[in-house]
């Protein structure tokens, strides 16, 4: 382990410019770490990267392998979120803060508040995603080039109609922001830290490009200590006619040596000791067409001996967001008396810790007593109801079928295949396996 040597630089300054006054102030911090210590940044263990990016739940904690969207000198720096909408039928990107909890969603000239059901986008080879201005003749040479877009899910509008989302980003005033758009010649609508609404008819475009990394784009792990530094530099200016000091940033970059420990040791004490969070850096989803079969959690055989597994998808028909069955092709839902297939936009559970999880037997008269932090969240009804994973059992042929267990006024039941059962078994997070 290395030893962390702190750098830091304050400087005061005072100068006199006629009968103004300008005191300055400046400070100089370390700001990227050593080493690529995303390999060891999860308290879980060593991740073997799941695809080319993946959603993590979020509880407002930021993971080490998050994709930022802005440069590594923004504060608060913004990530990309994937939230449930309710309120506007449908899944979307928006932007998640550094140190907030919840985020806005931006929609037909309104923002909806949401504090739940959120996941980040993550990746361990961020030198794969890059941003591009795209017109119609563009986009057809990079998908030639092997570029396919970044997918968020989908709405239904107010007029019926299926719209499918792509990531895209804008700069307002030096912070960078995500949101959504369904063709080229869209409007941008995305919302302030403070939750107003704003629109932009300039955005690039998420893209990330399939298979082997080229010789250009690979990532490069710096086997020395050199780091970069960013500084601020405050200036206030006080005037004789004027009680209010102006305030001015300005923003360098340089660098400077030092030896230090993993710095995100600080976050990964504060996961460790939150189970929730722990859990949520166990396991990811999946997009559909990144799936990784290796890596997805089964749920056991079906009928036709068919290894089965997690699926979480939208059904727009119903305002749901829930989890089911997938074959790595589709997701299938259970409402009522019938199994809806997923839209084409859905992801599948995976996990580096496979082991660290287990399925436990319940009932519906036994799992309020079951320790939700240690549950995996499947998803949400547009009335608020919370899903959990589970999965159902026909004991007759030992199989097991994947489901959504809906906590509801009369009882949670596990939904699956054959309908909802009263004795089912819910996935838990063990963190005491190691």
């Not at 240690?374 to 608020?384: A, C, D, R």
């Not at 959990?388 to 267990?405: E, F, K």
Request: aromatic share 14%; glycine share 8%; net charge neutral.
């Amino acid at each position: 382990m290395h030893s962390l040597t702190v750098f830091l630089t304050i400087g005061l300054l005072y100068k006199t410019e006629g009968l103004d006054v300008k005191l300055s102030f400046c400070r100089f911090q370390c700001h990227d770490t050593c080493q690529a210590s995303v390999e060891k940044s999860n308290p879980n263990g060593v991740v073997t990267p799941p695809g080319d990016y993946y959603w993590r739940d979020f509880y407002g904690v930021i993971p080490p392998d998050a994709y930022p969207l802005g440069p590594s000198t923004q504060f608060p720096q913004t990530y990309i979120g994937f939230v449930y909408d309710p309120s506007h039928n449908g899944t979307f990107a928006t932007t998640i803060y550094d140190g907030l909890d919840y985020v806005y969603n931006a929609n037909n000239g309104n923002t909806t508040k949401i504090s739940k059901h959120m996941q980040i986008l993550c990746t361990k080879s961020p030198e794969k995603m890059q941003w591009f201005n795209i017109t119609k003749e563009s986009y057809k040479t990079l998908t030639g080039q092997g570029y396919t877009v970044v997918k968020a899910g989908l709405h239904r509008n107010t007029l019926g109609k299926v719209n499918f989302h792509f990531i895209v980003k804008t700069d307002n005033c030096h912070v960078t922001y995500a949101g959504v758009v369904n063709s080229f010649s869209a409007k941008l609508e995305f919302a302030l830290i403070d939750g107003t609404y704003q629109t932009s008819d300039t955005f690039q475009w998420l893209m990330y490009k399939k298979g082997n990394d080229s010789s250009d784009h690979k990532s490069k792990k710096s086997e020395t200590t050199s780091k970069s530094f960013f500084s601020h530099h405050y200036e206030y200016q006080i005037r004789p006619d004027s009680i209010i000091p102006k305030f001015y940033k300005k923003i360098s970059i340089g660098s400077c040596s030092l030896t230090c420990t993993n710095e995100d040791n600080a976050k990964n004490d504060k996961i460790k000791k939150n189970v929730k969070l722990l859990s949520s850096m166990a396991y990811f989803w999946q997009p559909d067409g990144l799936v990784n079969k290796n890596l997805s959690l089964p749920s056991g055989l079906d009928y036709n001996d068919r290894v089965s597994y997690i699926g979480q998808a939208t059904l727009f028909s119903l305002n749901v967001f829930d989890v089911g069955t997938s074959d790595s092709k589709e997701t299938t839902i259970n409402y009522g008396n019938s199994n809806i297939a997923g839209n084409s936009v859905f992801q599948v559970l995976g996990s580096n810790f496979q082991d660290k999880f287990q399925w436990v037997n319940t009932t519906t008269a036994d799992f309020p007593k079951i320790d939700k932090d240690k549950l995996i969240p499947g998803g949400m009804f547009s009335n608020g109801t919370d899903t959990y994973v589970c999965r159902n059992i026909d004991d007759r042929y030992g199989t097991y079928y994947p489901g959504s267990a809906r906590v509801v006024q009369s009882g949670t039941y596990c939904h699956s295949f054959f309908g909802p059962e009263d004795k089912f078994q819910v996935l838990v997070f063990n963190q005491e396996k190691k």
